[in-house]
DNA sequence: CGTATTTTGGAGCGAGCGCACGGAAACTCG
DNA sequence: CGAGTTTCCGTGCGCTCGCTCCAAAATACG
């Protein structure tokens, strides 16, 4: 019924995803989105909005691909402490294998535009509320197995985890020293 | 010998750091800075050199004083648990009372400029090692008295100490439940 | 095949960006 | 008090920003 896209929405989601994850909301121009998609502008603004939707849909792209993945390591089989050490060690890999040090497009997101704009303060809280309950989760399944003690509460040692977990992010962005990095995992890990 | 300035350096610089901490390096014009610090365009310029070389100063004075201000509350007498948990109280009360919930700069210039500037990343870089050696002396002197078990080395636990305390401060930007917050702290302290 | 509908690429709008410049102003010192 | 020096203020340059618009292109349908 009229001129069929040429592009496939997911791709330049995920490309526009990639631009603003690596250099920030700010420091991304429309220009920048344009060619990293590799759609016209007006292509960009008739599929996607202006270039706030763009990064909520970014952000949103990143929870239902990153997120998502962070909390299927949790959620896989095996004792608690294996997994929770799994998505520590996965992200330092990750953050140091990444060349363009781009970290966590969560935190990043919450660092840059989170106070100055409520919806991606909400977007940012639906993330860290996931990845938190992920934790509460299979910290309980710790505690009940016997692996973990019950002396603190599963919500607070998981928000203790969180907390350790995005340091650990932060500082994987400056400190590259792998073996430093896994001695922190190790030892929130191993007082549990 | 010639017309005297009618502005204080430090003022200026003062009032440009809380401007760059508050809305970012890409989110500040050259003209919010006029503003705040009260200068004219061609002051600032002629007394900071340009955009760049004017934040690089501001997360300068921010080591000068608020990394310093960290580390000093480490550095005073009593226990060292009490010292590692004033820090972390500390930083929580900070950034809850903050409107602008403006958190630390140092890990907002981490997030937002490390990966791009290679100055800005030795600037943080200097930051996060000062804050990493207070912790292990504090630590280590913990473990001296007996306080802390030595099983772990002191620069591990600093590590680790450091990495939660970031933490803390990236979710204080999101979850403002002081009681959740001051329980991570708790969690933190007493696994030591 | 013609018409309606949507997408595409590119030019370009007003605004704001970082930064530079030049003359007036305010001091020190001979 | 005049000469020399530095700071101050306003203007504006060249550029890029986010965003818009329009005609050409590409399809579906009668």
């Given amino acids: ?44 603004y008739n599929t996607f909005g202006d270039k706030r939707e763009l990064y909520l849909r970014a952000l949103r792209h990143y929870y239902e691909t990153h997120t998502a993945e962070q909390t299927a390591l949790l959620d896989r089989p095996g004792p608690a402490k294996d997994r929770l050490r799994d998505l520590m060690v996965h992200a330092v890999d990750t953050d140091l294998a990444d060349p363009e040090a781009s970290g ?4 990043n997101a919450s660092v840059e ?22 934790l509460a989760e299979t910290i309980a399944r710790g505690q009940r197995s016997g692996e973990i003690s019950s002396e603190r509460s599963a919500g607070t040692l998981a928000r203790q985890i969180l907390s350790t977990y995005y340091g650990l992010r932060v500082l ?20 549990l």
């Fill in 1 to 44: 019924m009229a001129r069929p896209r040429k592009f496939d929405e997911t791709h330049a989601l995920t490309a526009a995803m990639e631009t603003f994850w690596r250099r920030g909301y700010e420091a991304t121009s429309t220009r920048n989105l344009s060619d990293s998609t590799g759609l016209g502008q007006s292509s960009l």
């Fill in 113 to 134: 535009k989170a106070d100055s704009d409520d919806e991606v303060r909400e977007e940012v809280r639906r993330h860290f509320t996931t990845v938190e309950r992920a």
């Fill in 104 to 107: 966590c497009f969560t935190i």
């Fill in 172 to 191: 994987a962005r400056i400190q590259k020293d792998r073996d430093a990095l896994l001695g922190i995992v190790e030892s929130t890990v191993s007082a």
